[in-house]
Antibody, heavy 120, light 109 residues
């Protein structure tokens, strides 16, 4: 059974870098059948796609975040990471990692999410 | 960039009633549209893909329809556990870009 789980600091100071890791078990992130990505949800708001990657090495980012975001796979540990630089209070959100089934274009497996608060 | 607009923002219904949720795309997305359910404190759960196909384990009371720019999620008879927020979503072909609607909250009347 595929499982994803996010981990990382729950509190980040303004202007610093937010770093999260998604650990995947049950499927290799090097599979050609999937994209792997990050979605966030600010308190009381909707879902916002951050970015995704494919095992071929291609990475795709939301236009609104691409200047501050990096997603990096680590196939040896079956993890992938998210870095968001120069954070502000607007980056406070629950961050989810998820798998997109590339054949059908939907996110069929999600981690439980982790809350990251940006505050001094 | 494709924009997905969901309506209504809130739907107030009683258990046993039928719920009809709409998702409209700013341009044609063919049939590549998904629907998710999200309950408080939980991750979204995939309900529907390819506009009308139920994901594994999803009850038959959930159905999706539509193509092009207009899509509908129907819950034929609301169960107590169905009161939640529902999102539509599309992944563009090239470059891949994932877009979500702003959500419809189905609340108990």
């Amino acid at each position: 059974q595929l499982q994803l789980r996010e981990s990382g600091p729950g509190l980040v100071k303004p202007s610093e870098t937010l770093s999260l890791t998604c650990t995947v078990s049950g499927d290799p992130i090097s599979s050609s059948s999937f994209f792997w990505g990050w979605v966030r949800q600010s308190p009381g708001k909707g879902l916002e796609w951050i970015g995704s990657f494919h095992y071929t090495g291609s990475t795709y980012y939301s236009p609104s975040l691409k200047n501050r975001v990096t997603i990096s796979p680590a196939t040896s540990t079956n993890q992938f990471s998210l870095k968001v630089t120069s954070v502000t209070a607007a980056d406070t959100a629950v961050y989810y990692c998820a798998r997109d089934n590339s054949g059908i274009g939907v996110m069929d497996y999600w981690g439980p999410g982790t809350l990251v608060t940006v505050s001094s | 960039e494709i924009v997905l607009t969901q309506s209504p923002a809130t739907l107030s219904l009683s258990p046993g009633e039928r719920a009809t949720l709409s998702c409209r795309a700013s341009q044609s997305v063919s049939g590549h549209l998904g629907w998710y359910q999200q309950k408080p404190g939980q991750a979204p759960r995939l309900l529907i893909y390819d506009a009308s196909r139920r994901a594994t384990g999803i009850p038959a009371r959930f159905s999706g329809s539509g193509s092009g720019t207009d899509f509908t999620l129907t819950i034929s008879s609301l169960e107590p556990e169905d009161f939640a927020v529902y999102y539509c979503q599309h992944r563009g072909n090239w470059p891949p870009a994932w877009t979500f609607g702003q959500g419809t909250k189905v609340e108990i009347k």
